[in-house]
């Protein structure tokens, strides 16, 4: 159980165009998903925290304005790239903590590669 | 930030061979522990966890060493295997505060030699 997928998988875009990235927890309800970045050979890095029915926490440095988060129901959490430039070029990856499981475990999706030409 | 690096170390083990990843973390008040696995192009895959009031937990092919004193956390992999070829990372958390998410050390390439 706890499974978590993202998609797309992949996506190319132009640059200046929107991108929205889905993360859904297949098996089980998570009122916290994580949307972390990872650059080549980099580290993942915690971009922001989405609650359900709440605005998400962005660390610092993460433009809100930039990446839009919506977690709108208990299984679903959308990521949005808008006005995506190259250096947005990134693994996108959302994580998610199952409902009523408090032992600080993350369930991970399989990523979502974003390349903005 | 806390425990990231700026490097991606590489481990280069003979297939058979016993491996050892280390990691150094930095906030003395996290509480929990993971190690994960990535494989190129993948989401991290979860390998095993410990919490603070343990030293050591064992898996299967896997061991974790958790030292608070120093703040150093490891990976033992017994006979490791070409399929162990990945990244893996370190993660901390602080289970049950306010804060819920992971975070991730610098990783460390693993790469065994057939």
Known sequence: GAVVSQHPSRVICKSGTSVKIECRSLDFQATTMFWYRQFPKQSLMLMA?????????YEQ???????LINHASLTLSTLTVTSAHPEDSSF????????????????FGEGSRLTVL | GESVGLHLPTLSVQEGDNSIINCAYSNSASDYFIW???????????????????????????????????KHLSLQIAATQPGDSAVYFCAENMAGTGRRALTFGSGTRLQVQP
């Open chain 1, 49 to 57: 925290t989405s609650n359900e029915g709440s605005k998400a926490t």
């Open chain 1, 61 to 67: 440095g993460v433009e809100k304005d930039k990446f």
């Open chain 1, 92 to 107: 996108y990856i959302c994580s998610a903590t199952r409902q009523g499981l408090n032992t600080g475990e993350l369930f």
């Open chain 2, 36 to 70: 994960y696995k990535q494989e190129s192009g993948k989401g991290p895959q979860f390998i095993i966890d410990i919490r603070s009031n343990m030293d050591k937990r064992q898996g299967q092919r896997v061991t974790v060493l958790l030292n608070k004193t120093v």
